[in-house]
């Protein structure tokens, strides 16, 4: 019952947060001659027009659930794994590497699992190095997977220029893959793939990884205090292996539901944004992984709403980042009051106990 | 009688959680010792922070002088000649001591070199072997006391407040630091003690002050009363008394816990442990008393496994678990009750039963196939909850909103489970109040009478002989002797405890 | 040796900003605080410099602006860490995704849609008299522009102020044990709050230096985690300033490396790993080091009951 309230008041005090946080990101709208009622009335009507631009909700939604996953699970050991852009990437090279190879040479269905079996494992294993130097030398891992991203884009490029390039070796992209090993479309219409399933499987794996095994207690142990992990037989260090292992497997399924699932190729510079809007989306469900999905599902509508925004008006699309800044920033705020509020309450009950 | 120099007047403070005071009145006069005696929890550290302007009062006033003042920060009650030498001191471990003691109060560039030697000669003026060039992190705990003390001399304090000041101490470091005491107050300043000890209180206080619940209950003075006077006051009401441990010869029995010669010697540092050598048998209760920071914290982790030692051999039921790591000594039946439960006994975060949980995620307890076996955990829960009275409403709170005697009795409960054949107790009853002393002793002795072996460490003298079939002395990480409980005096266990070996006669065991 | 004496002032050229940004970094983490809305105010201090310097023709308004929109930043992160204890490495980047968004839009809103990218002029080098004329170090060292001067100024400045002052020594204390530091007297969270707001202003001047004496314009990459390569730097050099210099220079001797053999074109080592290299430099550099004389309290919110 007191954990239902609790939920409930948690809820509210997110919604009111994004809502002045939506609010005072249309406030600027003006400033470049737009009207922010027409705005929004746009975004609703575009968003919700059709099937197809509905569909884009899921679409967008997808990799965000998977890299916000990333950066959540790893928040739950107190650990910091800026890096899921980074291990994205790495997942959508070896999604499109291995799909390359295999396609049209053995069946369609086998191609997919092995691009996503690789997408996992290379993305895991980008989060699991960044786990062995903290475990081992003590690195700064926040510092490393905020550089790793960087090396990783450029070794990306690298890749694109090279190896990987289109046979017309024109721009910095892959081929197109082979029908065959698309992820299969679950809704006529729109681009919604299988990804969205696999994406939201994903999150009730993770909590149910986080709650219901010895191994994700564990990990939770680790995070909120490693003495006693310690002293009580858990090994810190294999719990941060483990734990940028899982992360980063999860950041890299998000290339192969990706590549395989909606872009069929990967470019340079493909959603450059994923990894910082999935530490965003973290940070509003506080970390919970079911509460990832509905974060996820509000900031991929509004993703959609701010590009046709951008379509029919002269607002940019940069206005969608003020947006999630904004909801961020209050968001993070509004834990505070609500705590100062918690207190407060408290000392008034007991001042009323000792009146009585 | 001198004028009183600081007056407190029905100071009440409220946190969110408690009401730590409640209408307290307390005078300071000038050349007085004012002895704060109570329990822990009783209170006497906060309104002591809120003459140092640590904390800030809910209501009441504060009059120095004859002349009330607002004191908003440490600053201002420096200003009107206050110091206090808090219980966990504030001290800068990676700073010198100068550094330490000039913090706060200099301006613009420093000089070091010329604020050395005016510290240097401080020290010496008041007969303190204090470095004033060492770093802080070097000095031994008694050492950096008279850091603590020399900050409030260079700031000329008239008033001096010390919480807990003896814990630390041995027994003859504490008669020093009672001289000084004697030596400050002559001179017309005032001296408030912080304690919960009746031995000081007797020894030192011209008035005594004594709290409970955040409220006084009494203030008298010392030609006045009597220690039994004074504990009934402050406990307010009668505990159950607890058989004394037999005396009975345990050498035949099983030995459950062997140590031999075991040693910790980090490079670059020294000794920690060396050569320790000892046994616990069936149902027996071996008491290391010691001044704290003696090894026994690396000690009691050394036979869990928690940290690794340079040589030597463990053995449990005959078994040499050397090698083992802490997940595989826990398997073979071991429970440690860490002194500092909230940093390696419990997680704050989570609730009563994922803490109850803690040091059984490996075996199949509560886990099975991986997964956890929530209602068996849950159900085991509420039953440790009604078997040793923690005040919980139900398995879903968490441990930190727990009281610190409630979080220690549940950390009991899991470990006297964990452990069949052995269980560490580090400072089982520190912090808590003597209600939850009495229940913790009981179940040490009640597993003793198991049959479990049992390691308790221990500053209090009182609950190592309370507890303990035979009693180890620890000294900078060596074993000064073991005795059978009553071949000791008090005087000699503090000789022991300061590392000086008495006469030999009758020391062997 | 022409070549290695252009290589040696291109990297004291490329180091200053990362030197400056950390500095300040150095500052604020002496006091427990990790301002990890660095790659923010480095952003924020790029779009302020330009947006002043192209508006009013003034580089110095520019910097100035820089270090306004600098310090608004660090203000709303010193306010939501010291003063509502939110966690310091989340509020870093929620404030990044804030600033990266306003940034964007704002510089929208004040030029529009633009087909050719605005540019200013960049801030001259001056040559400091005899001293230039010195071989190799007089090209390297006192051939560069204002700001690098400045910065190297503030290295021993930055020094004597840590270790030499009661103002440093409050500030370490409030790093090593904030509740000694409190019982001592000193506001903690004053003293931090001064000390992000400090950083803030330094690092919004680090950023400006790319529009204002390196590329003559502004774009939303121009940063590109520059930021969190002087946040790093900070750790590299051991909180001290003087450690802060030695590995702002190696990594401006990495940054221009890259551009040198960018420029040459013919290389059998492909360029992006020259790009890589500051970032591979971080990483390999943060696992090889041992850290130590690292503040006691790095990163933990002082909360005080009452």
Redesign the interface.
């Known amino acids: 019952m007191k954990q239902q309230k609790k939920v409930a008041e948690f809820l509210w005090w997110t919604v009111l947060a994004i809502i002045l946080g939506l609010v005072i990101s249309f406030a600027f709208l003006p400033l470049l001659g737009v009207n922010p009622i027409e705005s929004l009335k746009i975004m609703l009507s575009e968003t919700f027009a059709d099937k197809f631009s509905m569909g884009n909700i899921l679409v967008k939604t997808t990799p965000l659930i998977l890299t916000s996953l990333a950066f959540a699970f790893t928040y739950k050991a107190n650990l910091y794994n800026i890096g899921a852009q980074g291990q994205f990437y790495v997942g959508c090279i070896c999604a499109v590497a291995v799909t390359l190879q295999l396609q049209t040479k053995v069946p369609g269905p086998v191609v997919l699992i092995a691009a996503c079996l690789a997408s996992m494992i290379g993305g895991g294993l980008t989060g699991f190095i960044i786990g062995f130097l903290k475990a081992k030398f003590n690195a700064n891992e926040f510092l490393v997977s905020m550089m790793s991203t960087y090396v990783i884009t450029y070794v990306m490029q690298l890749l694109l220029r090279t190896v990987l390039q289109e046979s017309k070796h024109e721009y910095l992209k892959t081929d197109y893959i082979d029908n065959s090993a698309w992820l299969p479309k679950i809704i006529k219409g729109t681009s919604v793939s299988l990804g969205i399933v696999i994406a939201v499987i994903a999150a009730i794996v993770i909590w149910f990884i986080l709650y219901r095994t010895s191994m994700g207690y564990r990990i939770r142990v680790m995070g909120f205090n490693q003495d006693a992990a310690a002293m009580s037989g858990i090994n810190p260090k294999t719990q941060c292996m483990l734990a940028f292992f899982i992360s980063g497997a999860v950041a890299g399924l998000a290339g192969f539901t990706e590549i395989n699932g909606m872009q069929h190729m990967l470019l340079t510079g493909l959603e450059s944004d994923i990894g910082s809007y999935g530490i965003g989306i973290a940070i509003m469900a506080n970390a919970n992984p079911i509460g990832v999905i509905f974060a996820a599902l509000l900031f991929g509508t509004l993703q959609v709403g701010g590009t046709a925004l951008g379509h029919s008006t002269d607002a940019p699309a940069s206005v969608i980042d003020v947006m999630l800044g904004f909801v961020m920033l209050f968001v993070l705020m509004s834990f505070f009051v609500r705590k100062k509020l918690e207190i407060r309450s408290m000392k008034k009950q007991k001042l009323q106990k000792g009146e009585v | 009688m001198n004028e009183p120099v600081i007056e407190l007047k029905h100071i009440t403070k409220?946190?969110?959680?408690v009401?730590a005071n409640d209408d307290v009145s307390i005078t300071i006069h000038k050349g007085e010792v004012v002895a704060l005696l109570g329990e822990n929890g009783a209170g006497k550290s906060t309104i002591m922070k809120i003459l140092?302007g640590?904390?800030?009062a809910t209501s009441g006033e504060i009059w120095i002088d004859g002349k009330e003042r607002k004191i908003a920060?440490?600053?201002e009650a420096?200003d009107a000649g206050i110091s206090?030498i808090?219980q966990?001191?504030?001290?800068?471990?990676?700073?010198t001591v100068t550094?330490?003691i000039?913090?706060?109060?200099?301006?613009?560039?420093?000089d070091i070199k010329k604020k050395e030697k005016e510290i240097q000669a401080l020290a010496e003026k008041y007969g303190f072997q204090v470095p004033a060039g060492e770093y802080v992190k070097n000095l031994s705990v008694g050492t950096q006391q008279k850091v603590e003390i020399l900050?409030a001399l260079y700031l000329n304090a008239r008033v001096l407040i010390m919480d807990e000041p003896t814990a630390v101490l041995t027994p003859q470091e504490i008669d020093t630091l009672m001289e000084f005491v004697r030596r400050y107050v002559e001179q017309g300043n005032s001296v408030v003690f912080i304690t919960h000890k009746m031995r000081e209180v007797m020894a030192v206080s011209d008035t005594i002050v004594v709290m409970r619940n955040g409220s006084i209950c009494g203030t008298v003075k010392k030609t006045d009363t009597s220690e039994a006077e004074l504990a009934h006051m402050m406990i307010g009401r009668e505990l159950e008394t607890l058989e004394k441990p037999g005396t009975e010869d345990m050498s035949n029995r099983r030995v459950r816990l062997a140590v031999k010669d075991l040693s910790i010697k980090p490079k670059d540092h020294t000794p920690l442990l060396e050569d320790i050598n000892f046994e616990i048998h069936e149902g027996e209760v071996l008491g290391f008393a010691g001044v704290s920071d003696n090894g026994q914290q690396e000690l009691c982790?050394a036979i869990?496994g928690?940290i690794p030692i340079t040589s030597g051999k463990i053995e449990l039921d005959g078994e040499d678990v050397t090698n083992e790591?802490?997940?595989?000594?826990?398997k073979l039946g071991m429970g440690?009750a860490?002194a500092d439960r909230y940093?390696?006994?419990?997680?704050?975060?989570?609730s009563m039963s994922?803490n109850m949980?803690?040091?059984s995620?490996?075996l199949n307890k509560w886990?099975n196939h991986?997964?956890?076996r929530w209602s068996a955990l849950h159900r085991y829960t509420e039953d440790s909850i009604k078997q040793y009275a923690i005040k919980a409403p139900d398995h879903?709170v968490t441990a930190g909103s727990l009281s610190g005697g409630n979080q220690q009795k549940m950390v009991v409960a899991r470990e006297v489970d964990m452990g069949d054949k052995l269980i560490i107790f580090d400072q089982p009853t520190r912090g808590l109040d003597l209600g939850a002393i009495n229940y913790v002793h009981k179940t040490i002795l009640g597993e003793r009478d198991k049959g479990k072996a049992v390691l308790l460490v221990s500053t209090e003298l009182s609950e190592i002989f309370a507890l303990s079939d035979r009693i180890a002395v620890l000294y900078k990480g060596k074993i000064m002797g073991i005795f059978k409980n009553g071949e000791l005096t008090t005087e000699k266990i503090g000789l022991l405890m300061a590392g000086v070996q008495p006469e030999k006669e009758g020391a062997e065991s | 040796m022409q070549i290695f004496v252009n290589l040696i002032t291109r990297a004291i050229f490329m180091s200053t900003p990362l030197v400056l940004g950390a500095l300040g970094e150095v500052l604020a983490e002496r006091t427990g605080m990790m301002v990890t809305a660095i790659e923010g105010i480095f952003l924020v201090g790029a779009w302020g410099g330009f947006i002043g310097a192209y508006l009013s023709g003034n580089l110095l308004i520019g910097f100035l602006l820089a270090m306004v929109c600098g310090l608004i930043v660090a203000l709303l992160y010193g306010v939501t860490t010291i003063y509502m204890h939110q966690h310091q490495i989340v509020m870093g980047t929620a404030v990044a995704i804030l600033v990266t968004g306003c940034c964007t839009f704002f510089y929208r809103v004040i030029f529009g849609i633009q087909t050719v990218p605005l540019k200013v002029s960049i801030l001259k080098t001056i040559k400091i008299p005899l001293l230039s004329k010195i071989p190799i170090i007089g090209q390297a060292i006192f051939s560069q522009n204002l700001v690098t001067y400045f910065t190297y100024i503030l290295v021993p400045i930055m020094f004597f102020v840590i270790y030499k002052t009661s103002l440093g020594l409050s500030m370490r204390s409030c790093g090593e044990n904030p509740e000694a530091a409190d019982a001592a007297g000193i506001n903690v969270t004053r003293t931090r709050f001064l000390a992000v707001a400090i950083a803030g202003c330094l690092g919004g001047i680090a950023g400006a230096y790319y529009p204002l004496c390196n590329v003559g314009m502004y774009n939303a990459e121009i940063i590109g985690g520059r930021g969190w390569i002087a946040f790093g730097i900070c750790f590299l050099g051991n909180w001290n300033p003087v450690g802060a210099l030695i590995f702002g220079v190696i990594f401006g001797i990495s940054d221009a490396l890259g551009i040198f053999v960018r420029a040459m074109g013919t290389s059998s080592v492909p360029s992006e790993l020259f790009s890589a290299l500051p970032y591979i430099l971080v990483i390999i550099l943060t696992v090889c080091r041992k850290q130590f004389n690292v503040p006691a309290k790095l990163g933990a919110n002082y909360v005080k009951e009452d």
């Open positions: 409220r946190f969110a959680k009401l140092y640590l904390y800030h920060t440490p600053k420096m206090m808090q966990h001191f504030s001290l800068v471990p990676a700073h550094e330490n000039i913090l706060g109060n200099c301006k613009g560039k420093l900050k982790e869990y928690g790591s802490v997940k595989d000594r826990i440690y860490a940093r390696y006994g419990m997680v704050a975060e989570m994922e949980l803690l040091k995620s490996y886990v991986g997964l956890i879903t």
